[in-house]
């Protein structure tokens, strides 16, 4: 009986409506955040910066940002990494053309103009449903990876058509180029993580999040009921690419340093998103999080079992992980459609009565 | 009497007021089908309007006209006195005009207390930054949005089940969330499509109570859909008989029993 | 008659041969959609499996083998026999069949009934599977697939056709193994719908289609029908990997090329055979005279990678419904 509900009521509505009900919960956040920034980053080296948190932490956010878009407002999207890619390029042009203004404003200003790509590219989604929907939003992925291609403006006229981020510092620490330290690298992830995932939560128990899922379970009774459409979905289609895009620009700036645009943020970027929030649960923020440290944990397992353990050859493992990744996803839509999440969610009921059955 | 526009006090002592919506020769095609013929009739404020006909006979349709769902190729729609533009649902909802559905057409994926909230949608206001921040004018307007919602619970007997998903919930409670979520719109005019299709002598009871409890507390004007004539008799003030698209009768529940194309249409054929 | 025109007019001829093979494949989906509701985004790795399998078998190579000398540190690698062609293409159809079979029982019977994204997304997680248990069978080398079809330009077409234009022109290049892709597509296209249209699992498959409680009602087995229309989008998938592969190898980048099927869908509508057709034509040419009027000389080029789906998408904003589906009425 560690994790009990009895005894733990509300006497207003503000407190009925609050992010973690259970005090337990509520503890539980409080020591995580407390790991989080006070412990860890004392720890860290490069290979669990590189290997595994920050590829988790910026993960989460553009697992963050699909799940509004697919998870809460039930718009499939096959573009993410063509998102993410608009932020990674917003953020180095004004990154080399404001080289005074903070990294903090430039990564900010990403998402915006993320935002804005995301929502013209969501205006279809008005007249387009379903999978038709999908398969448009494979349209921007394709575009645009194009266009960072070929157009030379977008990576300033460089020899070998790639971008790499120079040297950025937030309060004296380098925080992006050859020479970030992981801490700083870590913590300026974590802290993007956490107002993207405070943003998210608090959208989506409000007003617009009500709106998003009216509209996912039913559009026609959302309308008929005042819900507006047009409004309901742009702005999904703009929170979502917000996110995805500040996703895209720490992708690039922080975690890559330089990035080729086919190679990092190509069709399989937008599967692997998809999956993570698949696995993790849709309409979830909690599952944003769990799918994306599943999956980037997964790789990093199966490397040290398969190849460093049992000493096999790099790219059957590499297949292998394909095919326990793909049937993973039929599994937990076949099993648990509400993916990680619902299981922790079961998990917590059982853990409430136990250790009694009922 | 009923013709006129001058409010009246019914036999149970509701007020009747003047004209709330008025439906003038509405048309609808699909394609080269008529769904709707001409067809004018009007709601007036604090009564409970019934439209009967067979399947088919375009009630549905008549209920879509009203929400802004499908628009007449001909025909006006007067609300408070002022002609309502072509305008899209919810843009009609915000109107105050609410409803329910004749398959229930609830959000299955929110609790019961997210699908009453989202009846309050045109209530509220707040930006989505002021959402995003939460504290403050959002919390606030979710607070204050929640009392109102609250006292509908309370008002339906649903309380037990608010944090319930809609998809567990069985047909007979489903049909109650769905009007407590029109309800919580504080419509000035209620749709409601088939309410009682589907449900036992007792949950038809309680849910006639409701429907009487709503009108008489809230003075909500209802105009409903319904196949049960013993209900439709009791519960409503005028009636509109339609018959494959057409108006075929008008008037109080005993001047539409009296009507021989009515009968001949419809009565006539389900009691033989 | 200008050679720049009579170029065009050459472009628009290897638009409609790359444009039956975009048909071919969206016949795969259209198939596997009209009968089960499934949108099968795996039909390219399909394509891709197929084609690798068929390269496995001729080439007598031992299944697994990368898997099997990693965990029993063996050296297998073939069996050292060769396989005739055809006797490999029946054979990598039996494999595809059993894939049918087995992706029914073990994937799609349990999700009957779901909403289509759900199934939508299970054939996303289905293509990666078979990606990598494709790439685990047989390696993820590129292959070449030698099956004795006719490679290169045609040389009769190009001096049949020499004399249209003046000095400059020297008669339109088309590549022979393009001409033998396009009758063969054109003879499974009738086959499949003489199949449909003409015998009794086909009339079952349309009945599924239409209504599935009502097929079983009529003593319909959808097991069977579904299991059939996978075997089918298996045997569509095979041909299509054999053509591409011939062309260009047998490598990932096939099941991406398989993608384009999709805008194609998308113009004809997803329940059209002759949508289908048509729309691949459509995307197949307008591509190419694409990117050879202005993706080209304009933009850079490469723009066939986005074209198709940009045209599908601008056209869906004012045709929801596609080039020959019916005008949606929304009911509530």
């Keep these: 009986m560690l994790y009990r509900e009895a005894g733990d009521f509300k006497t207003s509505y503000e407190a009925d409506s609050q992010t973690f009900p259970i005090r337990f919960d509520r503890i539980g956040f409080w020591v995580i955040m407390a790991i989080a920034f006070g412990v860890i980053p004392f720890m860290i080296n490069d290979y669990w910066a590189n290997a595994i948190f920050v590829p988790f932490l910026i993960y989460a956010i553009a697992a963050i940002g699909l799940n509004i878009l697919t998870g809460y407002c039930g718009q499939v999207s096959l573009g993410t990494g063509g998102f993410m890619a608009v932020g990674a390029y917003a953020c180095y042009k004004l990154m080399t053309s404001f080289p005074d203004v903070s990294i903090i404003i430039h990564v900010i200003l990403a998402g915006g103009i993320t935002a804005v790509v995301g929502a013209a590219f969501g205006l279809p989604s008005l007249r387009i449903k379903g999978f038709y929907l999908a398969v448009a939003t494979l349209a921007a992925q394709f575009f ?64 617009i999040g009500r709106s998003w899922m009216a509209i996912r379970d039913m559009d026609i009774a959302a309308e008929i009921i005042g819900v507006n459409p047009l409004k309901a979905k742009l702005t999904a289609f703009a929170v979502s690419s917000f996110f995805i895009g500040i996703a895209g620009a720490l992708f690039f700036a922080v975690y890559l340093g330089a990035v080729e645009v086919g190679e990092a943020f190509g069709i399989q970027k937008s599967f692997l998103v998809l999956f993570m929030v698949i696995i993790g649960g849709l309409g979830s923020i909690f599952g944003s999080f769990a799918g994306a440290a599943f999956l980037v944990l997964l790789p990093v397992a199966l490397k040290v079992i398969g190849v460093d353990l049992l000493g096999w050859p790099t790219d059957l493992v590499a297949h292998l ?26 998990t917590k009921e059982k853990l409430r009565l136990w250790p009694f059955p009922y | 009497m009923l013709d006129s526009v001058e409010p009246y006090v019914t036999a149970d002592g509701r007020t009747i007021g003047g004209v709330l919506m008025d439906m003038r020769g509405i ?72 409803r329910t559905f004749q398959n229930i057409a609830l959000f299955e994926g929110m609790t019961v207390l997210d699908n009453i909230m989202t009846g309050r949608l045109t209530h509220m206001k707040t930006g989505m930054l002021s959402q995003a921040l939460w504290y403050g004018r959002a919390q606030a307007e979710e607070v204050a949005n929640r009392e109102v919602v609250e006292r509908i619970i309370d008002f339906l007997e649903i309380q037990a089940i608010r944090k319930t998903p809609v998809g567990r919930l069985p047909y007979g409670l489903k049909k109650r969330v769905e009007l407590a979520r029109a309800l919580a719109a504080e419509p000035k005019l209620l749709l409601l499509d088939e309410p009682m299709a589907g449900m036992n002598v007792e949950e038809k009871e309680d849910m006639s109570r409701f429907i009487l409890d709503v009108n008489d507390e809230f003075g909500t004007t209802i105009a409903l859909i319904e196949h049960d004539m013993g209900v439709v008799m009791d519960i409503s003030d005028r009636v509109v008989v339609m018959d494959y698209g057409r108006k075929i009768g008008d008037g109080t529940p005993d001047e539409v029993r009296g009507n021989q194309e009515v009968i001949d249409a419809y009565l006539g054929v389900a009691h033989d | 008659m200008s050679a720049d025109f009579l170029y065009g ?77 055809l006797l490999a293409i029946l054979l990598t159809l039996v494999v595809m069949i059993v894939f049918a079979w087995a992706v029914q029982q073990f994937v799609f019977r349990h999700l009957v009934g779901q909403a289509p994204i759900i199934l939508f997304m299970a054939t996303i997680g289905l293509a990666y599977f078979l990606e990598g248990v494709g790439d685990l069978m047989w390696g993820s080398d590129i292959k070449t697939l030698a099956l004795g079809l006719p490679q290169g330009g045609s040389i009769w077409v190009e001096d049949l056709t020499s004399g249209f234009g003046g000095a400059d022109f020297y008669g339109f290049f088309i590549d022979k193994l393009d001409m033998v ?4 597509a054109a003879v499974l296209v009738i086959c499949l719908i003489i199949f449909a249209q003409y015998t009794k699992q086909g009339r079952a498959m349309r009945a599924v289609a239409d209504d599935h409680q009502a097929a079983l009602s009529v003593g319909i087995s959808l097991n069977f029908i579904w299991v059939l229309v996978w075997s089918l989008a298996g045997l569509v998938a095979l041909v299509a990997g054999i053509m591409w592969g011939a062309k260009s190898g047998v490598q990932f980048s096939l099941s991406l090329i398989a993608l384009k099927a999709l805008p194609v869908l998308m113009l004809g509508g997803f329940t059209s055979i002759p949508g289908a057709i048509v729309g691949g034509l459509i995307i197949g040419v307008g591509e190419k005279l694409f990117e050879y009027t202005i993706g080209a000389p304009f933009l850079g080029g490469a723009t066939e990678n986005w074209f198709a789906y940009m045209l599908a998408l601008i056209f869906l904003v004012f045709r929801p419904q596609g080039l020959f589906g019916e005008k949606i009425i929304e009911r509530v």
């Design chain 3, 181 to 184: 892709a396009t009758v063969v």
């Design chain 1, 321 to 346: 992980q394909l095919v326990i990744v793909g049937a993973l996803i039929m599994f937990f839509l076949i099993k648990e459609p509400h993916g990680l999440a619902q299981l922790w969610r079961l």
């Design chain 3, 9 to 85: 007019i050459e472009v628009v001829i290897n638009g409609m041969m790359a444009g039956v093979l975009y048909a071919l494949v969206a016949l795969g989906f259209v198939l596997i959609f009209k009968a089960s509701g499934i949108f099968n985004f795996a039909q390219g790795v399909m394509a891709l499996f197929a084609a690798l399998t068929l390269v496995g078998i001729m080439e007598g190579q031992v299944p697994f083998s990368h898997l099997i000398n990693a965990v029993f540190g063996t050296n297998i690698h073939n069996f050292g026999w060769e396989v005739p062609a």
């Design chain 1, 144 to 207: 645009l990876i194009w266009l960072f291609n070929k157009v030379p403006w977008f990576y300033n006229y460089s020899a070998s058509g790639q971008i790499s981020a120079p040297e950025r510092f937030v309060g004296g620490f380098a925080v992006t180029g050859a020479n970030t330290a992981a801490p700083a690298k870590y913590l300026i992830c974590l802290v993007f993580l956490t107002v993207c995932a405070l943003i998210a939560r608090n959208l989506t128990r409000g007003t």
């Design chain 2, 27 to 98: 048309t609808l095609r699909f394609g080269g089908v008529e769904a709707i013929k001409n067809i004018s009739f009007d709601i007036r404020e604090g009564e409970i309007r019934a439209i009967i006909g067979p399947n088919g006979a375009g009630k549905s349709s008549m209920l879509n006209v009203i929400s802004g769902f499908y628009h007449p190729q001909e025909g006006e729609v007067w609300f408070r006195g002022e002609k309502r533009a072509a305008m899209k649902p919810y843009q009609v909802a915000r109107l105050g005009i609410a």
